[in-house]
């Protein structure tokens, strides 16, 4: 199986492209052909957080958060929001965002460390661009 598939089945498991539709967002924006390169070694979840209902996660390996961010999307208010997270300082970061140990709102992986966020206008996956 080639890359671009794997990573097709990867987003189709979990059920990335169905939520991003759910959401309002469109679904082209992770079936582009470049994002095999880019994010078929993160983890794709979709979390139903308490307070905004359900989120796409894109999650690297934590060892390469530094420069490798996560990724979520999901609705606030009635907008789609996608934020961008390192856990070092990053030129666009603007907040910082800790979860804690028994968060179920978040990816277990992403708990107990300390991320640098912003939250991008594009929703264009960050490594895509």
């Given at each position: 199986?080639?890359?671009?598939?794997?990573?097709?089945?990867?987003?189709?498991?979990?059920?990335?492209?169905?939520?991003?539709?759910?959401?309002?967002?469109?679904g082209?924006?992770?079936?582009?052909?470049g994002?095999?390169?880019?994010?078929?070694?993160?983890?794709?979840?979709?979390?139903?957080?308490?307070?905004?209902?359900?989120v796409?996660?894109?999650i690297?390996?934590?060892?390469?958060?530094?420069?490798?961010?996560?990724?979520?999307?999901?609705?606030?208010?009635?907008?789609?929001?996608?934020?961008v997270?390192?856990?070092?300082?990053?030129?666009?970061?603007?907040?910082?965002?800790?979860?804690?140990?028994?968060?179920?709102?978040?990816?277990?992986?992403?708990?107990?460390?300390?991320?640098?966020?912003y939250?991008?206008?594009?929703?264009?996956?960050?490594?895509?661009?």
């Open positions: 199986m080639s890359g671009q598939q794997a990573y097709s089945e990867m987003i189709k498991r979990g059920n990335i492209l169905a939520i991003a539709h759910k959401l309002g967002m469109d082209n924006l992770f079936t582009d052909p994002m095999a390169e880019f994010y078929s070694n993160h983890e794709w979840i979709v979390i139903n957080n308490n307070e905004v209902g359900e796409i996660n894109a690297p390996k934590i060892s390469r958060a530094d420069s490798i961010p996560w990724e979520e999307w999901f609705i606030v208010d009635g907008q789609i929001r996608h934020h997270l390192f856990t070092s300082k990053h030129k666009k970061s603007n907040m910082t965002w800790e979860g804690h140990p028994g968060d179920k709102d978040h990816p277990k992986q992403v708990l107990g460390m300390l991320w640098h966020v939250n991008d206008d594009n929703l264009t996956p960050f490594l895509n661009r």
